[in-house]
């Protein structure tokens, strides 16, 4: 017999027993009712209500792939990541459960507040079916069950939760229910494209496939930057109906949308006013707009400088045929991971005077590997354009030597090269006034991202390379006349 089946102690009025039995049934019915249950002092207000609905059907399976966005500090994490694995265990003692976040040590505190939370008293009076072993050891000659910071299992059911680090091991783990709550630290890892790319990987390759048949996988997290992990799955469900297409619960700290079926306020209310009020939101915004758009209003817009605006470089799906062709490249100085990149900028003029950027070649290489990379890709491009032109830009950190070495690795193309003038934002000038005007496309690639994102945050940006390429690219273009010196 169940306690919920039990009858109360003979001492307790039988009104409160009645309401007992009622708050037990509620609690194994709904995550929202099971918290309030099982920690009594948590302060609720509606979002969580519209948070713990849409838990509620991942659980039951009528949705299979969540992302939550909102704030922190609103009682995201203790819904997520400690009260929805207790609540799974209870529902299914024998399922497998992955949690994960941006660092090993977070992961490992969340997995003993879950731990903690299954052996309490109020717990076990809602699923007392689900228990753990009663040490804290990894084994035993006879067989104990597994129970330490990083997994634990139910008793008898083999049910099993493990921690892990975003970017960790996770070989030999598999999951029905995978949660990955807060996978970057902050906006300094969020704005870098290493950290974003070794996600993406880890994700992608580690992750996705350890997931069970019929698994369910739930990304909460800060919307730091338009090209983190979510937005990549986003963008891919839009482009291909095969991948995973995804349910998303947005919560802005300030509402700007009233039309979502689970918003329950007006334009310019706060989410949680016990907590965050408009003052602060507005102090916010005062402060820095950037982090008020990502980490309030789950809006990550590229940081943008004053010189190139996101709105300036539209995508397109492809340039003329019928055009005028070169490759500039910016070289950097060394295989130095801190050092500069060696960029090549393919851009091309229409017969309308319209340009377009259509690839760009990009990375931290060696002397060695640099050069290879240069004389593979004016291969690749006087195939495809018979007539085209490679530029290289001459610059103080290299010697006249070095350039001399590369024009000759690249005998048989035509390669022309120019010493550097004037300053980097007087160079790239030119280049932001065409895409003001909107005479600038970008030719949809891979590298659109990278490239966008360098522009919009030049000059303040961290590396201004890309920049320099388009900017040389575009002054060859942009001049004419001295095709008939160099043709």
């Known amino acids: 017999m169940t306690n919920l089946q039990q009858s109360p102690p003979a001492d307790i009025p039988p009104a409160t027993a ?18 309030q249950y099982t920690k009594p002092e948590y302060e609720t207000n509606w979002h969580h209500e519209a948070l713990c609905g849409y838990l509620d059907r991942l659980v039951s399976g009528d949705i299979t792939r969540l992302m939550v966005f909102m704030p922190q500090r609103q009682g995201k994490s ?84 493990r921690s892990a680090g975003v970017g960790g091991g ?24 290493v950290v974003r790319e070794s996600l993406w990987e880890w994700y992608t390759g ?35 109906p095969s991948a995973d297409q995804w349910s998303v619960l947005k919560l802005p700290g300030i509402c700007e949308d009233p039309t979502p079926e689970y918003e329950q306020r007006q334009v310019g209310e706060p989410l949680w006013p016990a907590r965050a009020d408009e003052k602060y939101y507005a102090s916010m915004k005062a402060n820095n707009p950037r982090q ?56 091309s003029r229409s017969e309308e ?5 259509e690839d760009v070649k990009r990375g931290q290489w060696s002397p060695k590997e640099r050069n290879e990379q240069m004389r593979v890709t004016a291969e690749a491009d006087s195939k495809k354009f018979p007539d085209i032109k490679t530029w290289i830009e001459k610059v103080p950190g290299l010697a006249v030597e070095v350039i001399d070495n590369i024009v000759r690795y690249l005998a048989g193309y035509s390669v022309h090269t ?43 940006g961290a590396n201004d390379d890309q920049v320099d390429a388009a900017s040389g690219a575009f002054s060859k273009l942009a001049r004419k006349r001295e095709w008939a010196i160099y043709g």
């Not at 350890?210 to 739930?218: E, M, S």
Request: hydrophobic share 40%; net charge neutral; glycine share 6%.
């Open 18 to 35: 009645a309401r007992e039995l009622l708050r037990r049934r509620e609690a194994r019915s709904g995550l929202l009712a099971f918290t």
């Open 78 to 161: 203790e819904l997520v990541s400690r009260r929805l694995p207790a609540y799974v265990f209870g529902k299914n003692p024998k399922a497998s459960v992955m949690g994960c976040s941006y660092a090993a040590d977070l992961s490992s505190r969340m997995n003993r507040d879950v731990q903690r939370i299954i052996d309490s008293s109020e717990y076990l009076r809602v699923f007392p079916e689900t228990r753990l072993y009663g040490k804290n050891v990894r084994a035993t000659a006879e067989g104990s069950y597994l129970r330490n910071s990083d997994i634990f299992e139910i008793v008898d059911y083999l049910g099993v939760y």
């Open 170 to 193: 996770i070989t030999g783990m598999g999951f029905d229910f995978g949660i990955i709550d807060d996978p970057v630290k902050d906006p300094k890892d969020a704005e870098s494209e």
């Open 206 to 240: 580690a992750f996705w496939t350890r997931q069970a048949p019929k698994a369910r996988i739930l990304l909460t997290m800060t919307r730091w930057h338009h090209d983190d992990l979510a937005g990549r799955l986003l963008k891919l469900a839009e482009e291909d």
């Open 292 to 347: 008020y758009e990502s980490m309030c209003q789950q809006n990550p817009t590229p940081r943008e400088g004053g010189m190139f605006k996101l709105s300036f470089l539209p995508i397109v799906p492809a340039s003329p045929v019928e055009a005028t062709r070169i490759r500039y490249w910016d070289l950097g100085g060394s295989d130095s991971s801190k050092a500069d990149f060696s960029v090549g900028c393919l851009m």
């Open 353 to 357: 005077g319209l340009f377009y950027v």
């Open 418 to 460: 120019e010493m550097a003038k004037n300053d980097k934002v007087t160079r790239a000038d030119p280049l932001a006034s065409q895409c003001e005007a909107n005479n600038v496309k970008i030719v949809k690639g891979n590298w659109n991202v990278s490239f966008r994102d360098e522009l919009t945050a030049f000059p303040h």
